[in-house]
């Protein structure tokens, strides 16, 4: 029986390895969660939790999948970046920090960028898989559940900002969402980051009611699903969404293009929003292309590729990396961060 083993410090990554659960388990596997610094009650029913380090050598993973930039460099297993989202804007998205053996892509523009730094690094191999969060998005029984569960008839708006102070639209928006959800004929659901200022969300917390709720699951899929048209700002979710063919509207983004609506005044917020439930064609078009590059599979098997991923890097190329960069600072670190100051 094969092994797996998830090690995760965010809650938004069960969504993530959820999916790879689910095909480890329907292929005989195994699959066991390490959890940092998180609550165990986000564990469903069933899911296995190692608690020790030495749990996890006894369990001897065959690989380690981690939607992080960190991973313990003595856990035993291959060791698989499958990254927490698209933002190749955001800083640090290409940086290389010596942890992983192998870098599962999304699509074209990451898998290009991430074989030329394997090229002049030598440590790590990459194979382009797509990403496995997105593969619900493609079964039917994802199919507007929300909707239906929350009694949505009407156009439905996805409010998703970016946690990040300098580029959340969350302080420039909240008084025009406020009077749109007040007012305005169109039902708004708002999810926030996991690392999103509590004062902000405290303050949308206060525009709740019946065109208005805050969303605390920790999965954005069924969201996404329901939705009609996503506004938000620099965020990952923007490849998400376009996964699906429907439109965004952003505001002040750091990655402007002809994919997404993109405004500059928080007047403008309105008209954009009618003009993207309008679902314009050249819209739709730029961003089912923006999407291919991004991401190009829409057959909801991400996940098999990736677990055929590892399998072929065990095969064929473990053998012909270079040893990793010392990392001393950052191996105390994570050593620190779990409680391990053993040397094995």
């Known amino acids: 029986m094969a092994r797996y083993l998830f090690f995760v410090s965010r809650s938004y990554s069960f969504a993530i390895l959820r999916p790879l659960q689910r095909v480890i388990r329907e292929t005989g596997g195994e699959a066991a969660w390490f959890l940092s610094d998180l609550d165990p ?86 194979e382009e898989t797509g990403w496995p969060k997105v593969d619900p998005l493609f079964r039917p029984e994802m199919a507007n559940r929300w909707r239906e569960e929350h009694r949505v008839d009407g156009p439905m708006i996805l409010y998703a900002p970016t946690f990040s102070p300098s580029l959340t639209s969350a302080h420039a928006l909240l008084e025009q969402i406020g009077r749109m959800s007040a007012s305005g004929p ?12 509590p004062r902000w969300i405290r303050s949308f917390e206060r525009l709740s009611g019946p065109n208005l709720v805050i969303s605390h699951e920790p999965d954005i899929l069924p969201l996404l699903k329901a939705a009609d048209v996503l506004l938000t700002d620099t965020s990952s979710v923007v490849a998400e969404f376009l996964l699906l063919g429907k439109p965004v509207v952003t505001f002040r983004t750091s990655a402007p293009g002809p994919h997404v609506l993109d405004i500059r005044q928080e007047s403008e917020l ?24 991004m991401h190009p599979y829409r057959d909801g098997r991400s996940s098999e590729r990736v677990l055929q991923a590892v399998r072929e890097f065990k095969a064929h190329h473990a053998q012909g990396l270079r040893r990793k960069p010392m990392n001393l600072l950052r191996r105390l670190k994570i050593r620190r961060q779990i409680g391990y100051y053993r040397l094995r």
């Not at 940086?95 to 892509?105: E, H, N, S, V």
């Open 270 to 293: 309105e008209g954009a929003l009618a003009r993207a439930l309008e679902r314009p064609a050249d819209l739709l078009r730029r961003g089912r292309e923006y999407a291919d590059t």
């Open 41 to 126: 009650g986000y564990l469903h029913s069933g899911e296995k939790r190692l608690e020790s380090v030495a749990e996890v050598k006894e369990f001897q993973p065959e690989a380690v999948f981690v939607p992080g930039n960190v991973v313990p460099d003595f856990f035993p297993g291959i060791k698989v970046q499958l990254f927490h989202g698209f933002g190749i804007e955001k800083k640090g998205h290409f940086r290389i920090r010596g942890f992983f053996d192998l870098y599962c892509t999304h699509g074209p523009l990451t898998t290009g960028p991430f074989r030329k730094l394997a090229a002049r690094h030598g440590h790590f191999h990459v």
């Open 186 to 197: 169109w039902r708004w659901v708002i999810k926030f980051h996991p690392k999103m200022d």
